[in-house]
């Protein structure tokens, strides 16, 4: 089954205290991206990749960092998590960064920092 | 700034009736627009694109789109209780950027 895989589901942490989330996708997708969705503000690209060690910033991207060392995985690192930065977090993924059609999200990663 | 703006709502219609929603957008080079749908807590859901001026159908779902004015809209043909959601607009606003709007919930009453 063609699908990106999220994990944790719901993470609860502190302040400061370092963390990823993780992606990975089984549809052999070049284009990677994550957003995160607050109410009142929608859904705000923080990076996005087009390729393996290729990252680039979106809208949002202060206080994260992405790598892709693999085509399949794209986990978002938060090294010194705040409050703010409580959200709702999703990875995406498609063939090629203009196939907009054909972007596949994850499930969702609901963060609380407290 | 790209934006896209959507009003908030909630829109609420009876079953059976026309939900309208709509979207402006502000970058006039945008080329692609996508409605998707939104459960609380879940994932978007792609249910319609629209790349030319004009009307495209897809069952129930008509996607509007108007480049002069900077207008897309979507209409929900016999709402149902089951598309209460929230339903995101989104535009292409760079070469591999989608700009979402902040989404218009609907809530349709049986």
């Known amino acids: 089954e063609a699908q990106v895989t999220q994990n944790p589901r719901y993470l609860i942490t502190v302040t400061g205290k370092k963390l990823t989330v993780t992606c990975s996708q089984n549809?052999?997708?070049?284009?990677m991206s994550w957003y995160r969705q607050d109410p009142g503000l929608g859904l705000r690209q923080i990076y996005y990749s087009m390729n393996v060690e290729v990252t680039d910033k979106g809208d949002v991207p202060e206080g994260y960092k992405v790598s892709r060392k693999e085509k399949r995985n794209f986990p978002l690192i938060l090294e010194s998590p705040s409050p703010n930065q409580t959200s709702l977090y999703f990875c995406a993924s498609s063939p090629g960064p203009t196939d907009y059609e054909k972007l596949f999200f994850g499930s969702g990663t609901q963060l609380s920092v407290l | 700034q790209k934006e896209v703006e959507q009003n908030s709502g909630p829109l609420s219609v009876p079953e059976g009736a026309i939900a309208s929603l709509n979207c402006t957008y502000s970058d006039r080079g945008s080329q692609s627009f996508f409605w998707y749908r939104q459960y609380s807590g879940k994932s978007p859901e792609l249910i319609m694109f629209?790349?030319?001026?004009g009307d495209k159908e897809d069952g129930r779902f008509t996607a509007q789109l108007n480049k002069a004015s900077q207008y897309v809209s979507l209409l929900i043909r016999d709402s149902q209780p089951s598309d209460s959601a929230t339903y995101l607009c989104?535009?292409?606003?760079?070469?591999?950027?989608?700009?979402f709007g902040k989404g218009t919930m609907l809530l349709v009453s049986p």
């Open positions: 629209i790349y030319s001026n």
């Open positions: 549809m052999n997708h070049e284009y």
């Open positions: 989104a535009v292409n606003s760079g070469y591999s950027t989608l700009t």
